[in-house]
Each structure stands twice: as C-alpha cells, then as structure tokens.
C-alpha cells in the first residue's frame, strides 16, 4: 500500500500512523462500499481486486469514470470538505480493502494539522488521472477510448486483472476492437493475456503507447 502513488509521496511517519488506523474489508462482486450523497466516511485503499469508479450530476445515474488499481486511495472528501460524497465507489471482483475511518482521519490531524495538507495532496493525484481522463474522452473512437483506458492501467502496474475484455459503449459492443488491440500487443511482445488476466512484460513501451497519438481517428 505504501508503493501506490500517494503514499510513496508522503514522509513515512504519516503512512504508517494511516495504516495502524486502518482495518481490512473485503468487498463481494457488484458490492457498494458507498454512494454519491453518503453523509460522511473514511478514505478506502485497495490491497488487491478491482474497483469501479462512478460519478454523475445529482439528478442522473452514476457513470463508470475511473477503474481503480491495488495501492490507490480514495473518499477523503468528506474530511477534507466536510460534505457528502460526490461519488460511488463499487468492487468490480473480489476487492480486499483498507479502511481508514473518519474520526481516526480528524485525531490524526488534531494532533498534526499538516495532515489536512497531506491527505488533500491524494485529491490532486485524482484530478491528474481525471486529467488523462478528459483527454482520452476528446476522441471520437468509442473503441479508441476504451484501449486507451485499459492502457492506462496496465501501464501503471505489470500485472492487470481482467474481469472482462468487453467493453460498451451508448450501447454498442468494441469487444473486437479491444481484442485485436491486445493481439497487437502481445505479437510485439508488451503484453501476454491469459483467460483471467492480462500481464504487462514491456510497461515502458505499452506507457509510450498511451500517450501517443498512434490510436487517433
């Protein structure tokens, strides 16, 4: 946990005050850990599993935004704010968790006000990947964007799980698109899929690959 980007950012004494605050959960399939409008809460990392990130205006129903990867943190909102959350968070697979709850976030700032300025730091993080989110929406391929998502994650860690290759979008199915991105992929050697996973073998060229503009329409 303290490898993902946050954490690996912040001086160790305070990782390791967050994680002797922190208790693991597990999360079945499809299971909400919480919902946009959840009066209050505590940050939530992921040890191991998959997560869906979910967000939509008030009056519409949550759209998948973000898929989270093992070492990445969430749901610091309500400390930093105050206020509801502004998201749902829901495991995609099997998700094993740790959960930081609130008050423990409020005694550790008591006791250091600096904390407020290092949990809001993991915020600034989420607004990079939203960043890269934005941009990757701007083009026009529906399949386009949805390699472009999948190589986004697998360029962070070497080993991706993969629930399903499909993905939908306004209805339609590119599972074709994605899996002939993937043959491309392993043919070049940046990647070998299994039936349950795909593993990352080349990052450094697969990172390259999702920021260029090869996929572009």
């Not at 299971?31 to 990130?53: C, H, K, N, P």
């Amino acid at each position: 946990m303290q490898a993902g980007p946050w954490l690996a950012s912040i001086p160790e004494s305070f990782p390791t005050h967050l994680l002797r605050s922190a208790r693991l959960q597990r999360f079945a399939p499809g299971q909400i850990i919480y919902r946009f409008g959840d009066l209050e809460g505590g940050m939530y990392g992921l040890v191991a599993g998959s997560l869906t990130i979910n967000a939509a205006p008030p009056d519409a129903a949550p759209r998948l935004i973000h898929l989270g990867i093992p070492g990445a943190w969430t749901g610091e909102g309500p400390f930093l704010t105050g206020q509801p959350r502004r998201i749902e968070l829901k495991a995609l697979g099997d998700a094993w968790m740790m959960h930081v709850p609130l008050d423990a976030l409020q005694q550790m700032e008591a006791r250091d006000p600096a904390v407020f300025r290092v949990v809001g730091r993991n915020t600034v993080f989420t607004v990079d990947a939203l960043i890269r989110i934005v941009n990757d929406l701007r083009k026009r391929n529906g399949s386009t964007n949805s390699v472009r998502a999948a190589t986004r994650g697998m360029a962070r860690r070497r080993a991706y799980p993969t629930v399903s290759k499909r993905t939908w979008r306004d209805g339609k199915c590119f599972e074709a698109a994605v899996n002939m991105t993937m043959k491309r992929f392993t043919e070049v050697g940046w990647v070998s899929c299994t039936y349950r996973s795909v593993t990352v073998t080349n990052p450094l060229a697969l990172g390259k690959f999702a920021e260029a503009n090869a996929l572009e329409t």
